[in-house]
């Protein structure tokens, strides 16, 4: 079965500070990871995927993640919070050794970028 | 060109109605996902449907609850004789072919509230 833990529910980072929030997986098969971004009353905003190839995948407004298979870790990094990246974070998987055909995903991380 | 779309964006209830949830998807994308997200938790999958494919099922939480898809065009989710626990924001999305590398884009939800 696949799974995804997100073991902070709050990441509190001063504008200007780099900020990065942290996402394990577990799959029997390669793993297709994804982040979301969801603000207040609105729906999930793709940020950003690993398929395959470079462990650095960069994606929208500066996001960044970087895939380490021996720790099957997805960690979500900007070199520079926002005010405006306040949201919530999703970290999601796809097992590629399975059959499903849905995403699975964490339980979101809440990202609180302060002055 | 235009994203997923669902309606009504609010739904409030009273124990033991049916309610009929619509969605959208993005012109020519055969997948599309139902997902259900409780206050403070993640996404969990409801139900997928792929092209002329036997839906994917596996999500559903009771048979109370299913689903339609005509063509490669709008779903509709029905909730019948909707219990308080039924609460949550419904969330659809959908991706081009279903592949395991694809991203789902998703609607902006369908918050339901069951008094």
């Known amino acids: 079965a696949q799974s995804v833990a997100q073991p902070e529910d709050q990441v509190n980072v001063a504008e200007g500070n780099p900020l990065t929030v942290k996402c394990t997986y577990s799959?029997?098969?390669?793993?297709?990871l994804f982040w979301y971004v969801q603000y207040p009353n609105r729906g999930l905003q793709f940020l950003l995927k690993?398929?395959?190839?470079?462990?650095l995948v960069k994606g929208s407004y500066g996001f960044e993640a970087e895939f380490n298979k021996s720790q099957t870790s997805f960690h979500l990094k900007k070199p520079s919070a926002l005010v405006s990246d306040s949201a919530l974070y999703f970290c999601?998987?796809?097992?590629?050794?399975?059959?499903?055909?849905?995403?699975?995903f964490g339980t979101g991380t809440r990202l609180q970028v302060t002055l | 060109g235009a994203g997923v779309s669902q309606s009504p964006s609010n739904k409030v209830t009273e124990k033991g109605k049916d309610v009929e949830l619509r969605c959208d998807p993005i012109?020519?994308?055969?997948?599309l996902y139902w997902y259900r997200q409780r206050l403070g938790q993640g996404l969990e999958f409801l139900i997928y449907?792929?092209?002329?494919?036997?839906?994917?099922k596996s999500g559903l939480p009771s048979d109370r609850f299913s689903a339609e898809r005509t063509g490669e065009s709008v779903s509709t989710l029905t909730i019948q004789r909707t219990q308080q626990e039924d609460s949550a924001v419904y969330l659809c999305?959908?991706?081009?072919?279903?592949?395991?590398?694809?991203?789902?884009?998703f609607g902006p939800g369908t918050r339901l509230l069951v008094l």
């Open positions: 799959v029997s098969g390669n793993p297709y």
């Open positions: 449907f792929q092209g002329n494919s036997a839906p994917d």
């Open positions: 999601a998987v796809r097992d590629g050794g399975g059959t499903a055909s849905k995403l699975t």
């Open positions: 012109s020519g994308h055969t997948a």
């Open positions: 999305a959908s991706s081009l072919f279903g592949g395991y590398q694809e991203t789902q884009y």
């Open positions: 690993y398929i395959t190839g470079d462990n």
